[in-house]
């Protein structure tokens, strides 16, 4: 990730209402690429995800494959200064 869009998009971090209006967040202030996938329109993929991460809550964020958390977690770590390094792949 390009150093200006790891700050950008820890700078985007609040919550949304739909994934319309967070592909729209990134897309305006965080210019980062990102993958999403609606889990809630497939009960198989959505048990199989919980399964696999063993994180019980959605949404999750994963970064280089890699579970960081649910959003509350996201939003401590971004309180805490430390969501920048992760996004940056420095932890």
Known sequence: MAAGAAEAAVAAVEEVGS?????????????????TFDI????EVR???KAYSNWPTYPQL??????VGGLDIV???KENGELLPILRGEN
Do not use: I
């Open 62 to 67: 994963y970064v280089k494959g890699e579970l």
């Open 19 to 35: 994934a319309g209006q967070f592909e729209e967040l990134l897309r305006l202030k965080a210019n980062v690429e990102y993958e």
């Open 75 to 77: 939003k401590e770590l």
């Open 47 to 49: 048990q199989g995800l």
């Open 40 to 43: 809630l329109e497939d009960e």
